[in-house]
């Protein structure tokens, strides 16, 4: 309870700090619209051209892409410590600092930064999947809500302990791996779309290795009533689960890591 | 003129110190080249278009081969206003508008000559349909490569005269992301112009950003033949000559007005 107000209270001194130069945030939150604006405008150019994709809707392709978009960037706005700012803080000898509080050190790394501009892109999402629950008359029932919240949030774990391979790399290097982020940003890119539409390597990667699909496709494709290869209901609440899986396994991975940190120095 | 082949040189030498990070580049551009061919290929076992499948392929592997030559922040030159570094390069005995814009084509030059060579050998090896294919034919190779030049000095030249904004303000960040995001957007990275709506394509295909790498691809793949050339080839130095214009009045005139901070 106590970590989540301290990390509450940071969130709100970052957030002030940000809106300090108000002009350049301004200017740095369009540029994000833009940027998910355009990803999205791709999805509607696709359908425009294609009308479908195999079994898939273009309101399904909608669905799909908010809902990668909004748990990516809620990731990256309140996960920004892991997400972007570690690598500087071992490259700086910044992370010492951190060893000297009692406080855990991921817990540290997450009250050191957000990204606000990303609420943007957020938006973006979030009217994707309005639109696609619109045009694909998605009938929302309490579970079908219940179960779109379970999908972001283990969602935003998943992304988060994948966030953490580049960090528990950088541990060991000091030079940020930028390589181990195909697999994020990668991630991202293919998994805007749903998982079956891919030759069977790419959806081993990513159903097992790095488990968007279970975490994201198998209730999203619930949720549109069309389940994800005929599996049975059940598995559309469990799977997201394999989430919560990868951030353990990460987050004793990234335990053990930091035994093995010897700071910059300097 | 000696002077600017300096410049290059030392810039050339600089670029090939980084060769780690060419190979952590060539890997995650393989790895999104290969998830974009499926996601087409997909596309088109549901409803196949005009363009064959081959030839989106090919599109997507060059576009990911060349992606060095798309816009770039250089946060180099934006550190040197904010601390009053640009003095020194006053100083210098050249044009400043031409010492930057051949320390860029250096940079996007080799830049995309390391990342390519290994891409391009890889995607020819990928089966057909998935992989890159061969040019159409040996001329439209010869068109590709003098179009391709053409692309490189209109990038140069588009990214110099994002610098030229830069130095208006000393926080330019969200101006330089949101240029660089339209040539994302507008190049056919994101998505093959190709693909685009055929009413679009006719003015997107005229605009600057469609000029650096998808009308060389265009002509590769044989969606412009090869008496569409001279025309294309019109337009790319048409954009290149007013864009190097341009570039060069605004920084003279932003030079005239430019503060040096710090001290």
Known sequence: MDTIRLYIKSMRMLMKSQLQYPASFLMQTLAQLVMEGGEMLAVILIVDRFDRLNQWMPGDLYFFFGLMSVTFYLTEVFGRGVTGAFPGMVRSGQLDTLLLRPRGVLTQTLCSAIDPRRFACIAVGTAALALGSRLSRISWTPLKGLLLAESVLFGMLLILGLFMIEAVFCIYSVKSVELVNAITYGGRSACQYPIDIYARPLRVLFTVAAPFALVMHVPAAYILDKPLYGWPAWTAFVCPLAGAGVFAVMYLVFRRAMRHYRSTGS | ?263
């Open chain 2, 1 to 263: 003129m000696n002077a600017y082949f300096t410049v290059f040189r030392m810039r050339w030498k600089m670029e090939l110190q980084y060769r780690g990070a060419v190979i952590g580049g060539v890997v995650c551009q393989v790895f999104f080249g290969l998830i974009l061919v499926s996601l087409y290929r997909a596309l088109y076992a549901s409803k196949p278009q005009t363009m064959p499948i081959e030839a989106v392929a090919s599109y997507v592997w060059l576009q990911q081969a060349f992606f060095r030559m798309q816009l770039s922040s250089d946060s180099e030159l934006m550190d040197k206003i904010r601390t009053g570094g640009i003095a020194y390069d006053l100083c210098r005995p050249l044009d400043l508008y031409g010492y930057y814009y051949v320390r860029i084509l250096a940079q996007k030059l080799l830049g995309s000559l390391l990342r390519a060579a290994p891409m391009l050998v890889f995607a020819f090896l990928l089966p057909r349909g998935v992989g890159l294919g061969l040019p159409v034919s040996l001329p439209a190779l010869a068109a590709f490569l003098m179009c391709l030049t053409a692309g490189l000095l209109c990038t140069c030249a588009l990214e110099n005269l994002t610098m030229a904004f830069t130095m208006r303000t000393l926080d330019s960040r969200g101006v330089q992301a949101m240029l660089n995001l339209l040539m994302m957007i507008l190049s056919g990275n994101v998505l093959p112009l190709t693909l685009y709506p055929d009413s679009w394509q006719k003015v997107i295909t005229l605009l600057p950003y469609a000029q650096v790498l998808d009308t060389p691809i265009r002509i590769y793949t044989g969606q412009y033949a090869l008496a569409d050339v001279p025309r294309a080839l019109l337009i790319q130095l048409a954009w290149v000559l007013l864009l190097v214009w341009a570039g060069e009045s605004m920084w003279r005139r932003h030079q005239k007005r430019l503060i040096i901070q710090g001290g």
